[in-house]
């Protein structure tokens, strides 16, 4: 059986990819810091008390995964903060680094030797860490943070490639969830269904490629 590790498991698009994954047969590793009842009721692997920005976190998530081998690696964790010109809040700024684009880049250093020859890894990021396709500004933090994570999927792609190891960069649309407090163009499994499919397809060929979850290639 095929195994899915994916962070950030316990509600919106990752307790619903969760849900896709299963439902196509892959043993499931559902990371977070505290599961929620959709997905206890979801009967996959829960890994809970993982913290991806700290130490302890990190090593419980290595611990927990010891000895498993992973085909499919999603980094989907992550915060929303709101900064603007003239309150500018350097802590925020820092946790959104540290949650959207630092512990995604540990997570793939620290599971690098679970994966192997044929191997995704999938970064959900945005398109507001878009630098060409920012036309509204503000939201300092989160799109700097995706920004830096959309670099580090760049670099993750190509030191990974010799091992055959392919690296999806997805935006996954504007998504109903507890995130944007529900607003949103589509649902969390509307966004998971087209994540899922994008992912399963992704291959060697495609590395690098910073996608809309509608199948678009999308600016830097």
């Known amino acids: 059986m095929k195994t899915v590790v994916i962070t950030g498991a316990n509600r919106g698009i990752g307790l619903a990819m969760a849900k896709q994954f299963k439902a196509r047969g892959y043993h499931v590793f559902a990371i977070c810091r505290q599961p929620s009842v959709s997905l206890n009721e979801l009967m996959v692997s ?7 920005t700290t130490q302890g976190g990190q090593q419980l998530l290595q611990q927990s995964l010891k000895d498993i081998t992973i085909d499919i690696l999603i980094n989907n964790a992550g915060i929303l903060r709101d900064e603007s010109l003239g309150s500018i809040n ?3 700024i820092v946790e959104q680094f540290k949650v959207n684009a630092l512990a995604p880049l540990e997570i793939v250093d620290l599971l690098h030797r679970n994966l192997t020859s044929g191997s995704k890894i999938a970064l ?14 503000g939201r300092y933090g989160y799109r700097m943070s995706k920004a830096a994570l959309n670099a580090a999927g760049m670099s993750l792609a190509r030191d990974l490639m010799s091992e055959d190891i392919s690296v999806g960069i997805y935006h996954p649309g504007w998504v109903q969830t ?3 407090a529900g607003s949103g163009h ?7 269904q087209r ?3 994008l992912i399963l397809q992704q291959d060697i060929t495609q590395t ?10 999308l600016p830097w």
Do not use: P, Q, W, Y
């Open 46 to 52: 829960v890994v809970a008390g993982v913290d991806v």
């Open 195 to 197: 994540l899922t499919t």
């Open 178 to 180: 507890d995130m944007v």
């Open 124 to 137: 959900i990021t945005s398109r507001m860490g878009s630098i060409a396709d920012n036309d509204s500004g």
């Open 186 to 192: 589509i649902t969390a499994d509307v966004a998971a």
């Open 208 to 217: 690098g490629v910073f996608k809309h979850s509608n199948g678009e290639i």
């Open 90 to 92: 350097s802590c925020t």
